[in-house]
């Protein structure tokens, strides 16, 4: 799959994994529009430093703009492809166990200061948070896919509905799966 | 609820959002200990600057210590309150039109560095992707609740299962409840 977007200028070739270009141009697409529909309302942003993420993968999907992504994911969608950088490849260990796996990736063309939006561009507007709109104060998507397997340090699945690029965050069990099987086994502390 | 822990220290008055205080308290709270159990495996941790989080406001919950807090939050549980602080709060618009919410929140206690983690104590270890252990590079928690009201700006709900002043860092609704909604409303660019 040939980079895109912000990525284009910096070929990636097979295996090869240039960190630090990949983070560098996920920021430079941070850089949102200001545009505001009819009764949107944004915020002064306040400086995001509550608390920091790092990227611990990359997920490669079949859509390069936000025009061509599907609204949601569909288990019977396209392989998307979850690769893992270092120093987190060891983590994914029993992976393979489950059938569904939540997803936790950093939308990284979101603006991140409506409080208030218009997704018809009618005037409507519903709040921030009664609506999954990648635009949020920390624009995080979640999804729960179906495994498909594993190849060396990439995890491939099912019900993807990012762009490719997308940065990364978490990967766990889906927690309908997992609980019974905490349960079951006893552990301690295992769910959150 | 008197508050504990790390902001034992900065009694909060009713209704008076004492921001600087709390941001301090939760990153003391993140410091964490080194300890490894048989078989675990703990890497350098990189810093974590690729994306910033802002919290959007603090959960409470009648759980103080990891030892009392339940396994895996049930909607039969008590009622937790979701906090938002300014200024975020208008983003609430809408948000009592849904059943079930998405409640992303940072688990500000947990420690970022185990690749390989030993739930059970017992030398068999498990990749950190492979279990919902709070103990992860970006301790990011999530849970379906069920939504019970609104007062002012603190949103009441069933179902959670994190500590006492765990700050929040998303709220939406549940994707089951809100794709079919989204679809026959047929609005652009609202789910993610």
């Known amino acids: 799959m040939k980079p895109s977007g912000a990525l284009a200028e910096f070929p990636m070739l097979a295996g090869e994994c240039r960190l630090g270009y990949y983070v560098q141009a996920v920021r430079q697409a941070m850089i949102s529009d200001s545009e505001l529909r009819e009764g949107e309302v944004a915020v002064d942003m306040p400086k995001a430093s509550d608390a920091g993420l790092i990227f611990i993968g990359r997920i490669r999907t079949p859509w390069k703009s936000r025009d061509d992504t599907p609204r949601q994911g569909s288990h019977s969608g396209p392989v998307c492809r979850l690769e893992i ?8 260990k029993g992976v393979d166990f489950y059938q569904n796996l939540e997803v936790i990736y950093w939308l990284h063309h979101s603006r991140r200061n409506l409080v208030l939006q218009s997704p018809k561009h009618n005037g409507l507007t519903r709040g921030t948070f009664s609506l999954r709109s990648p ?18 340090s990439t995890v491939l699945v099912r019900g993807l509905d990012c762009l490719d690029e997308t940065p990364l965050i978490d990967l766990k069990p889906d927690r309908c799966e997992f609980s019974p099987l905490a349960a079951q086994k006893g552990g301690e502390g295992e769910a959150e």
């Open 135 to 152: 635009v949020r104060p920390n624009p995080i998507g979640t999804s729960i896919v179906r495994f498909v397997g594993i190849e060396g």
């Open 85 to 92: 950088f270092e120093p987190w490849v060891p983590a994914l």
